[in-house]
Every structure is written in C-alpha cells, then in structure tokens.
C-alpha cells in the first residue's frame, strides 16, 4: 500500500491588513480587548469585488503545484474546504476548476464543508483515495473569505473580530517509503450543539431545530422560508458563537485527538518536533500546549496576524512553518483542529 506525502504546499493572504484599531471606528471594542480574549492583532480582507474564496484558493494552489514539480493538468482530483463559498451552490471545487483553466482533464471536485476542520477532514479522504492508488495529485485546498459575510456593529463582535481571509493547498501524492508522509489521521463530530456555532439564516431550516417563532415564518404555501422579512430586520442573518462553550469543548476536544494519533502510532507528545493547532484563538493554543508539556519552538501560532481563517489556517501555518525552515525531512509533525458542528480531528505526519 502507498503513503501519502505533502509534495508541495502554498498559501495566499490578501494584501490589505486590519488592525484592531480599525475595527474600534466599527463597533464597541478595543485593541486590549480582542488581544486578550483572542490574541488576534491584526488580520487580512480581501478586495472586495475582485477577491474570493475561489481565487484566494487558486493563488494558494499554484504555489503548491509549482513546488510539487507537477503541471496544473497534473491534477486528478480536487478537494476543496470552506465555509465561505463563492455560492451555496455550486461548491468552490468546480470553480477553482474553472479559475485554474483546467475544466478540459474533467477531473472530479469535492467541497468538504466541515468549517475549522475542513482541512484535516480533506487530508483524510486525500490519503484514503492515494493509499488505495485511486489518484496520484491531490489538490487539496483549504480557504476563506470571510470578510464578505461578518456583522460589523457591537452586535457582532465576538465573531467578527476574530475571522479574517485567506488560503492555503498542498498536493499530496503517493510514496513508497516507510514510516513517512501522513502516519494516520483521526476525526469526530459530536452534532449535540450544532447551534452553539453556526452561520443559520438563510436556510431551509424552517425552523425545524429552533421552533418557529424566532424566524417570522407566514402563512404561505409556498416559498417564505430561506430568507424572511423578521430575519432581515432584526439581521438575524450573519454567524454566531458561544464563545464559552466552543472555548471549554475545545480545550479539551484538542490535547484527546492529539493524544490519540500519538497513541495510534507509539508515540507520545515529546516526539513532537511541531504542533500546528488550527487557530482559533491563541488562548486555546496555549492552553493545549500547556496540558502536552510542549516548548514555544514546537508549536506553531499566526493568528496573531491573520486571525482565525477557518479552513485555510491549519494550511497557511503548516507553510508559513516549512517557509521558514520549522518542518525538516523526519520531523514529526501534528496538525489539530477544532470547530463548529462541533467536529474536530488531527493528523500525524512524518515529514
């Protein structure tokens, strides 16, 4: 059977940065504030009309096909992780087929919709489809434009000010040596709080899972349900976050999946040489550093740049990490991530 390397990997952040001091023209909020609950300094929005999570995406994968020594033709197969998509449908994976000008090798495109852990939960199904020899070039993509769809008002800051835009690819391809590429990875999903982190309205819910009432529902027959006057006036239409609890279930969801892929393959946090948390908030990541008894230089952390970029963070920092020479042929390196669903995974790679 093949094991699954990362041959090459990029990422994309728009140009324009946001520090927080932007955000206080904005909503009732301070500097101090969002860097002691998040850690979040600044983050990047993309060109509005000109930017997306399609293009971002493509940006991010060129690079990541260039360093793979491959052709974009090359490509068989697309894997494609957001939760701020060009469209609710069609997914993001068909048009980054279109963006990259490679339609014709008419390969197949899959939008993983799984938020925070998009991407681990992508680099699972990748290594599932190479170990088997079905495919040889993965594009797998993670990336969000987040910017678009946030409530700038103080009714929305606990969301707003962490998320910021961005994207990163590998492709991954199949090898025959031993005890090297991805060891394993591990994923779950618990649907208990669905709500408690979620982007709601509009849908086709219709109230089903909250009850009616909030959602000012009419009479008709027909239509009146995706999008309703009450849910536009009262702008009960952007994500919310109980930030407590996802911060609570995270802490702890985290050091288990970690520890699992460690004892999956006899090993233990120790043998780490670098930790890549999906970042969400830099409070979680230290916490998680703490309980693995992990140094400063085995855990990697940009959120303080780019805030939370959901699919496309565990991405933009495992490169930003091998761009900077933290990810060395042996290093044994741990992806992790956690987020809305709830779902959560992690990955074990032996560079």
Not at 73 to 86: G, H, N, Q, R, V
Not at 104 to 122: H, K, T
Not at 149 to 158: A, E, P
Not at 171 to 196: F, K, M, R, W
């Amino acid at each position: 059977m093949f094991h699954t390397k990362i041959a090459g990997l990029g990422y994309y952040v728009p140009e324009r940065i946001v520090p927080n001091s932007e955000l206080e023209n904005l909503m009732d909020t301070t500097d101090a504030w969002i860097q002691e609950r998040t850690g979040i300094q600044e983050r990047r929005y993309g060109k509005l009309h000109q930017e997306t999570t399609t293009t971002m995406g493509a940006r991010a994968a060129e690079i990541a096909i260039e360093r793979a020594g491959i052709q974009k033709e090359d490509i068989d197969f697309i894997i494609f992780a957001t939760l701020s998509p060009d469209y609710f449908f069609p997914g993001c994976g068909v048009l980054l087929q279109r963006e990259m000008k490679i339609t014709a090798q008419e390969m197949p495109a899959l939008d993983v919709r799984n938020q925070c852990s998009g991407f681990i939960y992508g680099l699972s199904i990748a290594d599932q489809f190479i170990k088997t020899g079905k495919y040889k070039n993965i594009l797998l993509v993670g990336s969000e434009m987040q910017s678009m769809g946030l409530d700038y008002s103080t009714r929305g800051r606990n969301v707003s000010v962490i998320f910021g835009d961005g994207a990163g690819a590998v492709v991954l391809q199949p090898s025959l040596e031993e005890n090297s590429g991805i060891l394993s990875t591990h994923l779950h999903a618990d649907g208990t709080y669905a709500e408690e982190l979620a982007f709601i309205n509009p849908g086709c819910h219709g109230g089903y899972h909250l009850g009616l009432e909030r959602f000012g529902y009419t009479d008709q027959e027909y239509g009146g349900i995706f999008l309703t006057e009450k849910m536009w006036q009262e702008q009960d239409i952007f994500p919310n976050m109980n930030g407590q609890l996802v911060f609570k279930t995270a802490v702890t969801k985290f050091p288990e999946v970690i520890h699992e892929a460690l004892k999956a393959n006899d090993l233990k946090s120790s043998d780490i040489s670098l930790l890549i948390p999906h970042q969400a908030n830099l409070r979680i990541s230290q916490f998680v550093q703490r309980q693995l008894g992990l140094k400063d230089e085995q855990v990697w952390n940009n959120i303080q740049r780019y805030g939370n970029t959901t699919a496309a963070s565990v991405p933009i920092a495992l490169t930003e990490a091998w761009e900077a020479g933290k990810v060395n042929k042996g290093d044994l390196v741990c992806l992790a991530a956690f987020g809305s669903g709830f779902t959560w995974g992690s990955a074990l790679i032996r560079w």
